[in-house]
């Protein structure tokens, strides 16, 4: 099981970009946190996420 922004859900194996791919995240607006430490937008792909992982994802909206 996995948190992210405080919901848990059934992930471990998927890869990170998998999971944002599956939500329609846009990479290109977002950060993301994994356990206190900020990912790397080039790790997206690779970073598996694994039982006990927490998740912050942070969307970047525009306005004015």
Avoid: C, H, W
Avoid at 17 to 28: C, E, G, M, P, T
Wanted: charged residues 25%; glycine residues 12%.
């Amino acid at each position: 099981m996995v948190k992210i922004n405080g919901e848990i859900f059934d992930i471990a194996g998927k890869t990170l970009a998998d999971y944002l791919a599956s939500i329609n995240y846009d990479f290109k607006r977002i950060a993301v946190e994994r356990n206190g430490y900020i990912v790397p937008k080039a790790q997206y792909g690779e970073t598996v996420l694994i039982d006990g992982d927490i998740v912050e994802i942070v969307n970047f909206v525009g306005g004015g």
